[in-house]
Nanobody, 116 residues
């Protein structure tokens, strides 16, 4: 059973930074891709960033330049560095792991709140 545990969320002021971590229960080489999504009440969950097993990254267009996804294979961990945070970045952030062709796993989520 795959387990993903997120941490690093919290309350910050606009312009500050946070780094989220997602630790997988096994080797992250198991997964074809890992990513971060976010969701606010009443809206669909949306992709923030993802990284493939080969290291290719994808970002939501609106977040390019502020958010960076990275991985530490030795620690089975994926990070999301979030800089210059804005109030509209407030959401629950979820870690996702994907195994081709259709197995998708989610963490429990971590709340990020950005005050103006």
């Amino acid at each position: 059973q795959v387990q993903l545990v997120e941490s690093g969320g919290g309350l910050v002021q606009a312009g500050e930074s946070l780094r989220l971590s997602c630790v997988a229960s096994g080797s992250i080489f198991t997964f074809n891709a890992m990513g971060w999504y976010r969701q606010v009440p009443g809206k669909q969950r949306e992709l923030v960033a993802s990284v493939t097993i080969g290291g290719s990254t994808t970002y939501a267009d609106s977040l390019k330049g502020r958010f960076t996804i990275s991985r530490d294979n030795a620690k089975n961990t994926v990070f999301l560095q979030m800089n210059s945070l804005k109030p509209e970045d407030t959401a629950v952030y979820y870690c996702n792991a994907f195994i081709y062709p259709r197995n998708s796993y989610w963490g429990q989520g971590t709340q990020v709140t950005v005050s103006s």
